[in-house]
């Protein structure tokens, strides 16, 4: 696999459900950042989280990385319609020594939550 | 909350025309990239530009593109001759600096070219 690969590629559930999409990655990393994609619009930053952290949380997001297995898994509890997007990781790794933003990115998971 | 602005938000454009895709990255930022994305594809580098000169580019931006920040606020991708693999949708984004510092995009300009 690539790079930022999520799975799964497609998740429908009811709201309320909680939803999980994990993301798995060859490389070493600096750090791990998750991004909601309405259709068609921009990129809106989730969560980062560093190489050293293992969970952060946000609101109903919770994000949980594990290095040595190179995966990272985004869950977002009592769902709601709105969250309907598409979630991206993106890994951002050394180079050199030095991370200069450039961040790779997943192939998405589209979340589809019905009311 | 600030936030990364890109104009045009669409853009049609003939095969073989230049084009000039803007933004105003956050202020204060010091980091800048722009990234595209293919329908359907995954969104994908181009060029990282710290300091008033390119940082890291990839293979896609070749000769016929270019960036620049002519003034303190903007920064700017040209596509010298446009072709249609060139249609995707462009993303703007920035950084406050130091790795591991989150990096905020803007809403993207879709280009056509036709």
């Known amino acids: 696999s690539q790079q930022g690969e999520e799975d799964p590629q497609a998740l429908s559930i009811q709201e309320g459900e909680n939803a999980t999409m994990n993301c798995s990655y060859k490389?070493?990393?600096?750090?791990l950042q998750w991004y909601r994609q309405n259709s068609g619009r921009g990129l809106v930053h989730l969560i980062l989280?560093?190489?050293?952290?293992r969970e952060k949380h946000s609101g109903r997001l919770r994000v949980t990385l594990d290095t040595s297995k190179k995966s990272s898994s985004l869950l977002i509890t009592a769902s709601r319609a709105a969250d309907t997007a598409s979630y991206f990781c993106a890994t951002d790794s050394n180079a050199g020594g030095t991370s200069y933003g450039k961040l790779t990115f997943g192939q998405g998971t589209i979340l589809t939550v019905h009311p | 909350e600030p936030e990364v602005t890109q104009t045009p938000s669409h853009q049609v454009t003939q095969m073989g025309q230049e084009v000039i895709l803007r933004c105003v990255p956050i202020?204060?930022?010091?980091?800048f990239y722009w990234y595209r994305q293919i329908l359907g594809q995954k969104v994908e580098f181009l060029v990282s530009f710290y300091n008033n000169e390119i940082s890291e580019k990839s293979e896609i931006f070749d000769d016929q593109f270019s960036v620049e920040r002519p003034d303190g606020s903007n920064f700017t991708l040209k596509i010298r001759s446009t072709k249609l693999e060139d249609s995707a949708m462009y993303f703007c984004a920035s950084r406050a600096g130091g790795a591991g510092n989150t990096i905020y995009f803007g809403e993207g300009s879709w280009l056509t070219v036709v």
């Open positions: 490389t070493s990393i600096n750090n």
């Open positions: 989280i560093r190489s050293n952290e």
């Open positions: 202020s204060n930022h010091l980091y």
